[in-house]
């Protein structure tokens, strides 16, 4: 024993992966066959039947969108405005004047061929007791009085309900000879101005066909049948495999679940006689059908038994070919560990162009991605180090400009100030005061958000700094309550947008003097801030693509955009700017902010 041990001891390193290989397939092939043999038809039936229980799933759903695309046509058709009001023209509007009815049918008509959303519908026909029925009748506009002796139109004008399902039959071909078994939907017309009073009846044919093949998806085996039943369980549609099977429905079904089982789904095994089914059984939404799968156990065991030995089959010939593999795989690994060995010492003695490669996504091929990836990594923290202390001296001088600059501003307009006292020059005086204060306002202690009543005064100083300039053509209207006064919101954010106001704006007009109002109000629990002026306005075109740097002027789009963006990105895509044109001359622009914003 110890001579073997040494003796695999001293084999190279692919010949012992060889060796762990072949035994570690041996015995995983042995203990897989034992266990497939046990197991695998455990869960290939489990399979199966998440297998059925998926497609009729997806073929109920598929169903249930069909029905709703037609009762959404016939929703659309009832509340269409044209029809409504072909249906309220009373007798004397079609009083010995033919061409009047025939223009109405044709319309209704046309409304119909629009709205239809599928060649599946076959053909809608539309039952009325108003007046363009009345006299005259058409293939496909009749008298509501023909559905007299129907029991669909019995139930549904007993149980005052909107929609009526049901099979039916219609005349197809050119002469009316053939005929084609079809679904037919009903919906009540209800008077626009009632809302109450039935005033007609629309109806649409959708081919049992359609209907049929949805239940086709559903069966999994050749002798699946599904049905397709109403609540006294007569059969609507049957899919093709009931008819080949010769599988009748069976009305105990239904009788054995209630109500609340059957509209969350039943899906379990059953006996009929002495056959075992696989049986699911769910009712169809918005309608009271209930869609029924038959699948005898038989066939899914028989395919399970297939299924079994095919994968026996497959095992013996993977193991044929897994032997030489295990082989060529040994060698490889070693292979490629030695050249990256080989790699790293390289990279020891500082050599870091070398290049790296890695073959395959086994734990060697990952164990070279990853090396590769921290010597990148190295290489570039080493690249790093010097651009960033380079970097760390210029962003400290510019910190000490962007500290220096304002204040050395606010100073200096602060000794124009008093000298501007010392030789009474009010205009100087008012001036630097309005320009001091608005500078004062920017810096705002360094906070990012400032108060409403903030803003308004940085506004003041900025118009009283444009008034200077324009002699005196601008008009400050302020009309804030005061309970909004110390609402917060993001400094600098009213300013740009009165600057647009003046100068593209009021500047604009032909004496280059208006006024700007400014407003604030508590809506829908939201700040809403507004900016108003008389200027020249804005054209569609522009409003439309305010926010589009690339689409308007250059001024507005960036300050607008920018304040716009700003204000999403600390509150969200609720809130932000909305321009509008005022009845009058002029733009007003609202700024909508939390009321309670970053405190």
């Given at each position: 024993m110890?001579k073997l041990?040494?003796?695999?001891?001293?084999?190279?390193l692919?010949y012992k992966?060889?060796?762990q290989?072949?035994?570690l397939?041996a015995?995983?092939?042995?203990?897989?066959i034992?266990?497939?043999?046990?197991?695998t038809s455990?869960?290939?039936?489990a399979?199966?039947r998440?297998?059925?229980r998926?497609?009729f799933e997806?073929?109920?759903?598929?169903?249930?969108?069909?029905l709703?695309?037609?009762k959404?046509f016939?929703?659309i058709l009832?509340s269409n405005e044209?029809?409504?009001?072909?249906l309220h023209?009373?007798s004397?509007?079609?009083?010995?004047?033919?061409?009047?009815?025939?223009?109405?049918?044709?319309?209704i008509?046309k409304?119909?061929?629009?709205t239809?959303?599928?060649?599946?519908?076959?053909?809608?026909?539309?039952?009325t007791?108003?007046?363009?029925a009345?006299?005259n009748?058409?293939?496909?506009?009749?008298?509501i009085?023909?559905?007299?002796?129907?029991?669909?139109?019995?139930?549904?004008?007993?149980?005052r309900?909107?929609f009526?399902?049901?099979?039916?039959?219609i005349?197809?071909?050119?002469?009316?000879?053939?005929?084609?078994?079809?679904?037919?939907?009903a919906?009540?017309?209800?008077?626009?101005?009632?809302?109450?009073?039935?005033?007609?009846v629309?109806?649409?044919?959708?081919?049992?066909s359609i209907?049929?093949s949805?239940?086709?998806?559903?069966a999994?085996?050749?002798?699946?049948a599904?049905f397709?039943?109403?609540?006294?369980?007569?059969?609507?549609?049957?899919?093709?495999?009931?008819?080949a099977?010769g599988?009748?429905f069976?009305?105990?079904?239904?009788?054995q679940y209630?109500?609340?089982?059957?509209k969350?789904?039943?899906w379990?095994?059953?006996?009929?006689?002495?056959a075992?089914?696989?049986?699911?059984?769910q009712?169809?939404a918005?309608?009271?059908?209930?869609l029924?799968?038959?699948?005898?156990?038989?066939e899914i065991?028989?395919?399970?038994?297939?299924?079994v030995?095919r994968?026996l089959?497959?095992?013996f010939?993977?193991?044929l070919?897994?032997?030489?593999?295990a082989?060529?795989?040994?060698?490889?690994s070693?292979?490629r560990?030695?050249?990256?060995?080989?790699q790293m010492k390289?990279?020891?003695?500082?050599?870091?162009?070398?290049?790296?490669?890695h073959?395959g996504?086994?734990e060697?091929g990952?164990?070279?991605?990853?090396?590769k990836?921290?010597?990148?990594?190295v290489?570039?923290?080493?690249d790093e180090?010097y651009?960033?202390?380079?970097?760390?001296?210029?962003?400290e001088?510019?910190?000490l400009?962007?500290q220096?600059n304002?204040?050395?501003l606010?100073?200096?307009?602060?000794?124009?100030?008093?000298?501007?006292?010392?030789?009474?020059?009010?205009?100087i005086?008012?001036?630097?005061?309005s320009?001091?204060k608005?500078?004062?306002?920017s810096?705002?202690?360094?906070?990012d958000?400032?108060t409403?009543?903030?803003e308004?005064e940085?506004?003041?100083a900025?118009v009283?700094?444009q008034n200077?300039?324009?002699?005196n053509?601008?008009?400050?209207?302020v009309d804030v309550?005061?309970?909004?006064h110390e609402?917060?919101m993001p400094?600098?954010?009213?300013?740009?947008?009165?600057?647009?106001a003046?100068?593209?704006?009021?500047?604009e007009t032909?004496?280059g003097?208006?006024?700007?109002?400014?407003g604030a109000?508590?809506?829908d629990?939201?700040?809403?801030v507004?900016v108003?002026d008389?200027?020249v306005?804005?054209s569609?075109e522009n409003?439309d693509?305010?926010?589009?740097v690339?689409?308007t002027?250059?001024?507005?789009g960036?300050?607008?955009?920018?304040i716009?963006?700003?204000?999403k990105?600390?509150?969200g895509e609720?809130?932000?700017?909305?321009y509008r044109?005022n009845a009058?001359p002029?733009?007003t622009?609202?700024?909508?902010?939390?009321?309670?914003s970053?405190?």
């Open positions: 110890t041990f040494g003796f695999y001891r001293d084999l190279r692919h992966l060889f060796l290989y072949l035994l397939l015995l995983s092939f042995t203990l897989f034992f266990v497939d043999y046990r197991m455990k869960d290939l039936e399979q199966a998440y297998s059925s998926q497609a997806q073929s109920r759903s598929f169903m249930e969108y069909k709703y695309i037609a959404n016939l929703n009832a044209k029809i409504q009001d072909i023209r009373d004397a509007y079609y009083a010995n004047n033919y061409g009047l009815w025939n223009f109405d049918v044709e319309d008509r409304q119909i061929y629009f239809k959303p599928s060649e599946d519908i076959l053909q809608t026909n539309l039952y007791s108003q007046a363009v009345a006299n009748e058409t293939d496909d506009v009749m008298k009085s023909r559905l007299a002796g129907a029991s669909w139109y019995k139930n549904l004008r007993q149980n309900s909107t009526a399902i049901f099979p039916n039959e005349k197809t071909g050119a002469l009316l000879s053939d005929t084609k078994r079809t679904v037919a939907i919906r009540n017309i209800y008077d626009r101005e009632s809302l109450q009073s039935v005033i007609g629309f109806t649409i044919d959708v081919p049992e209907f049929a949805i239940l086709d998806g559903v999994i085996t050749k002798e699946t599904v397709l039943v109403d609540p006294r369980g007569e059969v609507i549609v049957r899919s093709a495999g009931a008819n099977s599988l009748s069976r009305t105990d079904i239904l009788q209630t109500s609340t089982q059957l969350s789904g039943i379990e095994k059953r006996f009929f006689g002495q075992e089914f696989l049986v699911g059984a009712t169809v918005d309608t009271d059908w209930y029924i799968g038959l699948t005898p156990y038989k065991l028989g395919s399970q038994k297939k299924a030995e994968m089959a497959i095992t010939v993977i193991a070919f897994l032997l030489p593999l082989f060529v795989a040994a060698a490889s070693t292979r560990m030695r050249s990256l060995i080989v390289s990279i020891r003695q500082g050599d870091f162009n070398i290049q790296i490669t073959e996504k086994d060697i990952e164990l070279s991605r990853n090396f990836s921290m010597i990148t990594k290489t570039q923290l080493l180090k651009a960033l202390g380079q970097e760390v001296k210029s962003m001088l510019k910190a400009q962007a220096i304002p204040h050395f606010y100073n200096t307009l602060d000794l124009i100030y008093w000298k501007a006292m010392r030789i009474q020059e009010q205009g005086y008012d001036l630097v005061q320009l001091s608005f500078y004062k306002l810096l705002s202690k360094g906070e958000l400032v409403l009543h903030n308004i940085h506004i003041k900025y009283a700094i200077a300039r324009f002699s053509g601008i008009t400050l209207l309550p005061e309970a909004l609402c917060p400094k600098i954010t009213l300013q740009p947008l009165v600057e647009n003046i100068i593209h704006g009021i500047l032909e004496n003097t208006g006024t700007i109002r400014i109000e508590e809506a629990g939201k700040l809403v507004t108003s008389d200027g306005g804005i569609n409003l693509n305010i926010f589009d690339n689409k002027n250059a001024f507005r960036y300050g607008a955009n920018n716009n963006k700003r204000i990105l600390l509150y609720d809130y932000g700017l909305t044109r009058g002029g733009v622009v609202s700024v909508s902010l939390p009321l309670h970053i405190r």
